[in-house]
């Protein structure tokens, strides 16, 4: 029989104290990579993601129930508890908890955690190897710091708005990225963070606090749009779907539909013209270089619309895929999702709920060789893991709090409601 390989972060305890997306994504990551995660929530409303619907899973009668699709997108393999931390004798538990963890990844706003003691300094002198993540809008520094910050609230002052969308002179304003791109990138962000200081107790037994927020993070992926300004001193605009430094790369209309075009270099540029019947474009005075195509943009799209309109996007798309350029047409999340490279990349997948129903979810990209990815727990249900939680806490030798519950020296887990 073929040995089970374990995940790369087997034996990694995360306590997940973090809600909507920035840090379920990180979390969820690491789950997938063989970490247990426990998730605390709210008591009775839970991440508020559990809301964010409709469409929602159906509970056995057919109601909605507690998993919102956007919750399900977050938080495979972890465990769900709820805990009130309001209540002195819930925060007990928790520091239990804490105590047993290698890992906390948390977005309070700053300073709520500490002000009821569990906060990092505080944890931290009870176990100082713990890596903490706090997660916020805008840090925990800052004339920003103690702002709320949402994903478009981010996109918005973080410039990617800006960025992106038509142009003024064709009707277009600043639009928001059709996910939620700022959190999903704060999250991966968070997990190499983690992976590094955990990379970092490794070596010197020593843990370490992490200060990340969304709007750092968001500055820190406007990349080449962003050093463009600091080489150049000019203000980005919006340009649709074309590059700011390559060109052609961009949609074009065809007969049917959209068509991406990404030509990254001259060689690429002649090879594509003459796949579109027109090779003396490529050695037009206009369009010779990268350089000159940037500068000559409209005029090059111009040509390119007329020629492509002439057929439907499938066949411009195999016959520039001969040639060696990069094109395809722009698919829909339903073709996308029934694409048959997605179903054999294994990217989508089903995973069987407590009550055996199956639920399809998006699959992971990492393909590990030695410590593959392991889908072993299906999105929670708010508390479903409650019992096997408070037995793990009894079981441990956490340290002591100042509202441990003993009988006879042995720890006894409070009651949670």
């Known amino acids: 029989m073929e040995q089970i390989k374990k995940g790369a972060l087997a034996g990694i305890r995360v306590l997940d104290l973090s809600r909507i997306l920035a840090g379920p994504t990180a979390t969820q990551l690491m789950g997938d990579l063989g970490a247990e995660v426990i998730k605390v929530e ?3 409303f839970g991440d508020d993601t559990r809301r964010w619907g409709p469409p929602f899973v159906p509970d056995a009668e057919g109601a909605d129930s507690d998993l919102s699709a956007y919750f399900l997108s977050a938080n495979r393999n972890k465990k769900s508890i709820a805990i009130d931390i309001t209540n002195k004798t819930q925060v007990g538990f928790l520091k239990k908890l804490i105590a047993i963890s290698d ?3 948390e977005n309070y706003k700053p300073g709520d955690l500490a002000r009821r003691g569990i906060g990092y300094e505080d944890m ?4 100082p190897d713990l890596v903490w993540c706090s997660i916020s809008g805008f840090g925990q520094t800052g004339p920003y710091r103690d702002r ?3 994903d478009f609230l981010i996109q918005a002052m973080g410039g990617m708005m800006s960025i992106t969308g038509h142009p003024d002179a064709e009707g277009g304003q600043p639009t928001k990225v059709g996910v939620g791109i700022a959190d999903v990138m704060c999250g991966m962000y968070a997990t190499i963070g983690i992976l590094a200081a955990l990379r970092h107790k490794e070596a010197t037994g020593e843990g370490q606090y992490i200060d990340l927020s969304l709007y750092d993070t968001q500055v820190a992926w406007l990349i080449n749009a962003a050093t ?6 000019k203000r980005p605009e919006r340009l649709g779907n074309a590059h700011p430094n390559i060109a052609p790369y961009q949609t074009f209309p065809t007969a049917d539909r959209d068509l991406a075009v990404a030509v990254g270099n001259d060689e690429q540029f002649r090879r594509f013209c003459c796949a579109i019947g027109l090779p003396e474009l490529g050695c037009d005075g206009r369009f010779r270089t990268n350089r000159d ?3 000559n943009r409209n005029d090059l799209a111009k040509i390119i619309t007329e020629a492509l309109r002439t057929e439907n ?3 411009w798309a195999e016959r520039l895929l001969k040639a060696g350029v990069p094109a395809g047409q722009v698919a829909g999340i339903d073709d996308v999702l029934a694409d048959p490279h997605t179903l054999a990349r294994d990217m989508v997948i089903t995973m069987e709920q407590q009550d055996g129903r199956p639920v399809r979810l998006l699959g992971n990209p990492l393909k590990l060789s030695a410590t593959p990815i392991a889908y072993q727990h299906p999105p929670p249900h708010l508390d479903q893991h409650r019992a096997e939680i408070v037995a793990l806490v009894e079981r441990s030798d956490a340290p002591c709090t ?11 887990c409070p009651r949670l409601d």
Request: proline share 3%; net charge positive.
């Open 103 to 105: 890992v906390v990844i």
């Open 124 to 127: 931290a002198r009870l176990k």
């Open 402 to 412: 100042s509202i441990d519950i003993r009988r006879e020296g042995k720890l006894i």
């Open 228 to 233: 463009n300004h600091l080489v150049s001193g």
């Open 293 to 295: 195509r940037v500068e």
């Open 148 to 150: 709320t910050g949402y």
């Open 42 to 44: 709210r008591p009775v």
């Open 313 to 315: 996007a499938d066949v």
